[in-house]
């Protein structure tokens, strides 16, 4: 499976992409994109030897073109893509070419902790204020809006003891790293169905 991985930040997540044994036999990171001109995921990504590619030209009236992104998916002969840190919502036309094979890694048990807005600490603060003991790590198909398609991955970790959001950012990362290249190796080896809008990773 030829994987493209949307980036915006450091890239720990595509990192444990990479670095998981899946890569190289059930799927490749063929290229790389942000929507960045450079980012921390560029420099691990050359480190590697994929190609980079900025996604997205701003136009004179503030939104943003994805014909760099869809042509960079022509290019490579991309089959998955897969959002790791990706900060922009992904337009129409590349959801349409890539229906059911758009994935997102969100840090919380969604549907709650998610939208727009809900991102990087300000999720795990959300989470801490809340109170709740237990948060996790999610998997889920991408759709129009933020952190809502069908979910196709997720895992717990416990926070009964955490005593800080930075503490909570460490367990679910550690989590994340884990689910998402799991995940993915088993989208490449034809585990996941889609029928009702319900995702379903067969065992
Ligand atoms: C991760 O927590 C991911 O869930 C969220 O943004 C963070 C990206 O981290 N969408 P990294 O760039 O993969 O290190």
Redesign the pocket.
């Known amino acids: 499976m030829k994987l493209a991985v949307f980036?915006?930040?450091?890239?720990?997540?595509?990192?444990?992409i990479y670095e998981h044994p899946a890569h190289g036999s059930s799927y490749r990171v063929e290229a790389v994109i942000s929507d960045k001109a450079e980012c921390?995921?560029f420099e691990i990504a050359r480190s590697y030897s994929t190609p980079t590619y900025v996604c997205c030209e701003k136009r004179e009236d503030g939104t943003r073109s994805f014909a760099p992104a869809s042509a960079a998916l022509k290019e490579r002969e991309i089959d998955v893509v897969a959002?790791?840190?990706?900060l922009k919502l992904v337009p129409p036309e590349i959801l349409g070419a890539y229906r059911d094979r758009v994935f997102?890694?969100?840090?919380a048990l969604l549907p709650s902790f998610g939208g727009a807005g809900m991102?990087?600490m300000r999720?795990h603060r959300a989470v801490f204020e809340s109170g709740a003991k237990i948060s996790g790590?999610t998997i889920h198909l991408a759709d129009e809006e933020y952190d809502r398609g069908p979910i196709v991955a997720q895992a717990c970790v416990d926070i009964a003891d955490a005593d800080s959001p930075e503490e909570i950012?460490r367990r679910?990362?550690e989590v994340?790293h884990r689910l998402y290249p799991e995940t993915l190796a088993r989208v490449a080896e034809n585990n996941l169905s889609i029928s009702d809008g319900r995702a379903t990773l067969k065992p």
């Open positions: 980036v915006s930040g450091r890239g720990s997540n595509l990192r444990a921390g995921a959002l790791a840190g990706f997102n890694v969100h840090p991102y990087g999720v790590a950012a679910v990362l994340e």
